[in-house]
């Protein structure tokens, strides 16, 4: 299915961080903690101003973003734990 957000909404899948610390401990799923780094797999067009101009997004499909620990709302879209948020949760892009 393919879905594209509206207005400044972000469509991220969240890049699971490592199963070891560095030391060599696994660390159990209960006591890990979300990942707040991201995928961007779809982005809307953009929202407007009051005059009706459009603001293009600065994000793109395939960047890495990290984003603020409680942004986004959890969605299933084809099997796959996603979560959609404004592009102004976004804290910056990975390099």
């Known amino acids: 299915m393919a879905f594209t957000p509206l207005h ?3 469509l991220v899948r969240r890049i699971e961080g490592e199963e070891k610390t ?15 780094e991201a995928e ?4 809307g067009p953009g929202a ?3 005059s009706g101009e459009l603001i293009t ?3 793109k499909a395939g ?3 990290l ?3 409680w942004s986004g709302t959890e969605v299933t879209i084809d099997g796959k734990e996603l979560l959609i948020m404004k ?3 976004i804290l910056g892009v990975i390099a």
């Open 87 to 89: 592009e102004s949760d």
């Open 8 to 10: 400044d909404r972000v």
């Open 48 to 50: 407007r101003k009051d």
């Open 63 to 65: 960047d890495r973003v």
């Open 22 to 36: 560095k030391g060599g401990l696994i660390i159990p799923d209960t006591a890990k903690e979300k990942p707040a």
């Open 40 to 43: 961007v797999i779809a982005v």
């Open 57 to 59: 997004p600065t994000v």
């Open 67 to 69: 984003f603020g620990k």
